[in-house]
């Protein structure tokens, strides 16, 4: 079983381009995240979705946009990227009944903005 | 909003002795309390998870107990394996937070041999 995919898995970006994460997750679940990791500041809530072409603002959206046009993706897009967006992005999506369901996480996409 | 935090940062533990990681969490009204290991290079994976109506849930070496009066709940990990190091998550749902998951910041468990 693939469950959650994330592409790509490192970038390097210069501020100010842009660039779109992508994950795809083939479980049917219905909620799907995306999350920032930074040290010592565990995971950090960017955008949610609670089913296809839904999107909603988590913890900390600003500079980020998000869209569910397909129930098994959801895109992470950086229009201007700055150097405070290098993080490890983890993407991750959880059953109907969600948000006390587990929440399956894929492997992150490491990028760093020079 | 929703806070929860964890203690402690890093612990070491000699292999076959036990570890425990300890959070607290703000918001009163929380009833999930997931913990999630994460491993180099790879995403969190659930490990086990206690809902506010239990106050102690084991898998075989793993436990996890819950008090809700003084909003805490401990992970306990029994007989320590090399394979138990990893970086380990707790969290709590916010249900004043628009019913979304809050993490704790991590604990770096490494095991000597």
């Known amino acids: 079983n693939a469950g959650v995919t994330q592409t790509p898995k490192f970038r390097v970006l210069k501020t100010g381009q842009s660039m779109t994460l992508l994950c795809a997750q083939d479980m049917n679940h219905e909620y799907m995240y995306w999350y920032r990791q930074d040290p010592g500041m565990g995971l950090r809530l960017i955008h949610y979705s609670v089913g296809e072409g839904t999107t909603a603002k988590g913890e900390v959206p600003d500079g980020y946009n998000v869209s569910r046009l397909k129930k098994q993706n959801f895109l992470l897009g950086l229009e201007s990227a700055a150097p405070s967006q290098t993080s490890v992005y983890f993407c991750a999506s959880s059953t109907q009944g969600a948000p006390n369901q587990p929440q399956h996480f894929g492997d992150g996409t490491r990028l760093s903005i020079l | 909003g929703e806070n929860v935090e964890q203690h402690p940062s890093t612990l070491s533990v000699q292999e076959g002795d036990s570890a425990v990681i300890k959070c607290t969490y703000s918001d009163s009204a929380s009833n999930y309390f997931p913990w999630y290991k994460q491993e180099l290079g790879k995403g969190p994976q659930l490990i086990i998870d206690?809902?506010?109506?239990?106050g102690e849930k084991k898998d075989q070496r793993i436990a996890v107990t819950l008090n809700k009066t003084a909003k805490h709940f401990s992970l306990h990990i029994t007989e320590t394996q090399p394979e138990d190091s990893a970086v380990y998550f707790c969290a709590a749902l916010g249900l004043s937070s628009a019913s979304k998951i809050i993490f704790g910041s991590g604990t770096r468990l490494s095991i000597r041999p």
């Open positions: 206690i809902r506010s109506n239990v």
